[in-house]
């Protein structure tokens, strides 16, 4: 079978199962592996079932496909109540919810149909009302069995006697003999607490209507302004009219056992009400008001001492209905000597101020404040007096020692958690000008560091100023002192030694141009005239240089590697650089070894480029390494700063290996050093690729071998340096050529506006009057677009060469220059 309709049931059992509209119902129908059940599948189900299992869509589905984990003793059980027709009936227990169910199992049909029925009914209230009732009496009894000081009564409800043994008339505060002999109910409902009374005598009332059990617990007042806990049970006997006839009891003395609950109660209703609390004040006065209603008492507060002016200031404090305030600024002495005890660190204790010594002579100005008994309960900061806890009392009472307990307990986590609060809201005051105090912090550490720059910088340029001072002074000194013998020796008509001292005067201007060229580089503001360069030929044409240079007692090697890629560099700064990477080399190997200077491509990809600081791409490498003293980490972390040098004083200037790296950085490549102490150094140029063929060198000619000029080719000559003009001019002339010269950018411009045939402009880069090399160039090829432009300068702004690359048609020359390499470049512009 796998339906079911209406008509296959029994029309009087499907009504009674579907008219059950206030309780889960299904019917399932049984799948057997032989005599035993093993499985049922869902045939019907009404929506209070769905609703009290979450099974909406079972109907034709199975329970193991439902529920896999159900037990197979379900199967058992509803598989019987199919084959045999008999009903059951049971508690299921409580489900994941919390719900109890009772379920109803009987046949539907005939044992052949093998189709069940199940009811379920929530018994979920009734179950929670008899647990709650089987609770209560059980911590009732927990509480009766807990006290102590058992008494009994027997109370004669018509006459109105009860009569009581002397431990029961103690406790309820009556005269023993009266109890004995009889005494009103009432006598003894005088010592019930006020607040506990109604709900005492509710009790009463309905044990005397239905003679059920009477059970109660409440507060007794003592005489000595106290509070006791009693537990009482009882029955009141009916007579058959069912008016109260007698009604005997016992109660019991729980004071300790209630005590106890009382104080847990109190630190966990603190704990609650003051963890999220960040206000010392209201943690304080949350303080005093659970003490003030756990005690019963006028007033509880809490206050900061000054030991000295013996002063107490209470910000706020919890009054009961009718009493008031005492914040404010207080006087220990007002109110009576207790101060001294205080300052001992002890717990003044005063049960009532009319009769204690310390409290006898001031007992008016407490009673008008309601504390005629108080407890005033010191807290102690390192072993000084800085805070008190007080309890005060309109009328005399009794303090027992376990409230003392727990007020010592609940005034330590107030002044614990008043202290949080106070850390807290001070770390919220630093965390909210953290902001500011770092903003402060980082512009004074700018500004200290600017002041650092300024001084480093004021000590390189006294360093650089020196050096160039030692070295210029020297060079001009053979400048000028050949240039002066010159002079006298053809004022002598002595000729002979003229070549000597012009020679000696040339070598120390060409060294003194070194010296600037390293300055510029230095700087990464020299022009450069970058070039696709063969490094395996640059390279090759040194080592006969380079060996020269290192001495025979170190062997220079050099490996070329084939199938170079070209790289467009300045031939000349890259000449430079190797031969001063292969001085610094032989300085390090002062007693011989090897030095090897090695080309290569290198292909870095990103990461091998990050490492190098260098976009990802193709490279060609020329590192030159030795086998001398290495260096040190301090020392590679320095090596490139401008003027750090290991040399002695006066042997190195410290600008070599910063030269090299701005020449490489300006050359859009990077250098890297790779050494370990006694392992030796190597130091590596990594330049870009560039796609094209190498240009080959050309010799330059001398002065007298020049190519002379063409007839009627014309060079305009822009420099405000009269010398350097006057000597441009000569080599012009010398050549041929005619000759139009400017001293700014202005004048030059006017020239090349005109109709004036120019085959050449020769400019500097750096002009007077607002307009510099550069941007005359611009403006004259705007009327001359196939212009060549020749740039003779010592120090060019990055605007005059751009991103490093001349337009085309222009070409740079480095001041100083010698005539025969101006008049041979020259040539070639105008030819071409």
């Known amino acids: 079978m796998t339906g079911l309709s209406a008509t296959d049931l029994s029309p009087e059992v499907y009504g009674e199962l579907f008219e059950a509209v206030d309780a889960g119902f299904c019917v399932i129908e049984m799948i057997f592996d032989g005599d035993r059940a093993v499985d049922y599948r869902f045939l019907k189900t009404n929506r209070a079932f769905q609703h009290q299992t979450g099974l909406v869509d079972a109907v034709g589905k199975t329970a193991r496909e439902l529920v896999p984990q159900l037990e197979q003793h379900w199967f058992d059980l509803y598989g019987r109540v199919a084959t045999t027709g008999e009903a059951t009936r049971f508690d299921n227990g409580s489900d994941a919810m919390g719900r109890w169910f009772e379920v109803h199992a009987l046949r539907v049909g005939k044992a052949a149909d093998r189709m069940v029925g199940i009811i379920f009914s929530d018994m979920t209230a009734r179950r929670r009302s008899e647990q709650s009732m089987r609770e209560s009496d059980e911590r009732l009894q927990e509480a009766l069995t807990a006290g102590s000081g058992i008494g009994t009564w027997d109370w004669d409800v018509p006459n109105d006697r009860v009569y009581a043994d002397e431990r029961f008339a103690e406790l309820y505060g009556v005269d023993p ?15 019930i607490h006020p607040a506990d009374l109604p709900e005492t005598q509710r009790l009463i009332d309905a044990a005397m209507k239905t003679g ?148 006898s002579a001031t007992a008016d100005a407490l009673a008008a404040i309601d504390a005629l008994s108080f407890v005033n309960m010191p807290l102690l900061e390192q072993g000084r007096f800085v805070a008190l806890f007080f309890a005060n009392h309109a009328v005399p009472r009794l303090w027992r020692e376990e409230e003392l307990s727990l007020m010592r307990e609940i005034a330590d986590r107030v002044r614990a958690a008043s202290e949080r ?47 160039l001072a030692h070295d210029f002074n020297n060079l001009l000194t053979g400048i000028i002192g050949s240039l002066e013998l010159l002079g006298i020796r053809i004022a002598q008509g002595r000729y002979a030694d003229v070549e000597r001292y012009s020679l000696a005067a040339q070598g120390a201007a060409k060294r003194a141009a070194a010296l600037t060229h390293r300055l510029l580089a230095f700087s990464r503001r020299q022009t450069l005239d970058p070039r696709p360069t063969d490094v395996n030929r640059l390279v090759g044409g040194l080592e006969e240089l380079v060996q020269r240079t290192v001495g025979p007692s170190i062997t220079v090697e050099v490996v070329a590697s084939a199938g170079l890629w070209t790289t467009l560099v300045d031939p000349n700064q890259l000449e430079n650089a190797v031969l001063n990477l292969c001085i610094n080399a032989r300085d390090a190997m002062p007693e011989g070894g090897r030095l090897t200077i090695e080309t290569a491509n290198r292909w870095l990809d990103d990461r091998a480029a990050r490492a190098r600081d260098l976009p990802a791409g193709q490279y060609v490498s020329v590192c030159v390494s030795d086998t001398g003293t290495g260096m040190t980490p301090d020392v590679i972390a320095k090596a490139f700063d401008p003027f750090f040098t290991t040399k002695p004083i006066g042997v190195g200037t410290g600008l070599g290996l910063s030269m090299i790296y701005g020449f490489a950085r300006q050359s859009g490549g990077q250098v890297r050093i ?92 750096g002009l007077p009057g607002g307009m510099n090399g550069r941007q005359m160039a611009d403006a004259a090829r705007v009327g001359r677009p196939d212009l060549s432009i020749l740039f003779i300068t010592g120090y060019a702004e990055n605007a005059v060469v751009g991103n490093g690359q001349l337009d085309p048609g222009m070409h740079v020359m480095t001041k100083p220059f010698a005539m025969e390499a101006l008049a041979g470049r020259i040539k070639e512009l105008i030819s071409q």
Not at 179 to 184: K, L, M, R, S, T
Not at 425 to 439: F, N, P, S, Y
Not at 711 to 734: A, C, F, K
Not at 751 to 763: H, K
């Open 421 to 467: 609060a106070k850390s807290e809201a001070e770390r919220q005051r630093l965390t909210e000008t953290l902001e500011d105090q770092v903003a402060e912090r980082t512009r004074e550490l700018m500004l200290a560091e600017e002041a650092l720059r300024q001084s480093q910088k004021m000590e390189a340029v006294g360093q650089l100023s020196g050096g």
């Open 177 to 191: 003999r009266r109890a004995v002999e009889g005494a009103p109910i009432a006598e003894f409902f005088h010592g």
């Open 674 to 765: 790779y050494s370990e102490v006694g392992q030796g150094t190597n130091l590596c140029l990594y330049l870009p690729r560039h796609l094209g063929p190498a240009e080959t060198a050309e010799l330059v000619p001398d002065l007298t071998d020049a190519p002379r000029a063409a007839e009627g080719q014309t060079v305009l000559v822009v420099d405000d340096e009269p010398t350097v003009r006057m000597l441009v001019m000569e080599v012009l002339e010398e050549l041929g050529y005619a000759a139009l010269e400017a001293a700014d950018g202005a004048s030059g411009l006017k020239i090349l506006q005109s109709d004036a045939r120019i085959d050449l402009l020769v400019t500097d880069v």
């Open 212 to 359: 059920e059990q009477f059970l109660a617990s409440y507060r007794l007042m003592q005489p000595d302004g106290s509070v006791r806990w009693a537990a009482a049970q009882g029955r009141c006997r009916l007579g058959i009219d069912g008016r109260p006839l007698r009604f005997p009891g016992v109660s019991f003395d729980i004071t300790s056992h209630r005590l106890a609950q009382i104080r847990q109660e109190a630190l966990l209703e603190l704990g609650d009400r003051i963890r999220d609390v960040t206000d010392p004040g209201t943690i304080a006065c949350i303080g005093a008001e659970i003490l003030a209603r756990t005690f019963d008492v006028s007033r509880a507060g809490y206050g900061v001492i000054d030991p000295v002016a013996e002063t107490i200031f209470i910000d706020r404090d919890w009054n009961a209905e009718g009493v008031k305030s005492i914040a404010g600024l207080l006087h220990f002495r007002d109110y009576g000597s207790y101060i001294e005890d205080l300052k001992r660190g002890e717990t003044a204790i005063v049960s009532d101020a009319r009769t204690d010594p310390r409290t």
